[in-house]
């Protein structure tokens, strides 16, 4: 599966882990009370292994270079993104995936990853590899509030949630994959941009923008 990169992205955000690096004996309270990720392979930390997909990490080489030298379904020798910008956060060491049957409840208040190899905004790209596109990705933020919910009780769960950073880096697969099917060439390529482009706006704003709280 070929991988999604985002250069950009990536510049940010090790400009960002960089300046965020605090001295261990001046460290304070977290920012944030949470992070959630969802999006694609660059973001996906093991949510594929409880799938029935071939877009899966959890063989060789992936994982030679993390902790334990073993796959975790991570698309890396090592950590992602979401592990280093939870460190770096003072959340957590790492960004565990939603669909972990061994999740545990304290991992679950400082948020959970739902982000899903191989998928996009669009849903029939998810088709192609049977992986979770957004739609499904928010459908299970809403199962997550509920466990939140049960775990600290609707005033605390509402406080870290509005205290929140919510990461989202998707939207490659549906070009590179779904666009440059043969049933989709015929279409303009701007013409599809836009179809995305909106269904980002509803997944972003009205979705995961207001869910619930």
């Keep these: 599966m ?16 960089s300046s965020t690096a605090i ?33 899966v990490a959890n063989h060789a080489p992936y994982g030679r270079d993390f902790p334990g030298k073993k796959p975790t379904g991570r698309f ?7 592990d280093l910008l939870n460190e770096r956060l003072q959340l957590k060491e790492f960004s565990p995936p939603f669909l972990d049957a061994r999740l545990p409840n304290s991992d679950v208040a400082t948020g959970v ?52 950073l919510i990461f989202i880096s998707s939207g490659t697969n549906d070009f590179s994959h779904y666009y440059r099917s043969p049933k989709k060439r015929k279409m303009e390529i701007g013409d599809y941009q836009d179809i995305v482009l909106q269904m980002v706006q509803v997944y972003v704003k009205v979705k995961i923008g207001i869910s619930s709280f």
Excluded: C
Aim: aromatic share 8%.
């Design 76 to 82: 890396s020798d090592g950590r992602l993104i979401p």
């Design 2 to 17: 070929a991988q999604a990169h985002h250069p950009l992205l990536l510049l940010i955000l090790l400009l960002f882990l």
């Design 23 to 55: 001295p261990s004996s001046k460290r304070t309270q977290p920012k944030f009370s949470a992070v959630f990720y969802f999006g694609d392979s660059v973001l996906d930390t093991g949510n594929n292994n409880h799938l029935p997909t071939v877009a």
């Design 113 to 164: 990853n739902f982000a899903s190899a191989g998928s996009g905004f669009n849903d029939q790209t998810s088709r192609l590899s049977n992986t979770l596109p957004m739609s499904k990705q928010v459908d299970l933020f809403e199962d997550y509030l509920l466990r939140l919910r049960g775990i600290v009780g609707d005033k605390e769960a509402s406080r870290i949630v509005a205290r929140s």
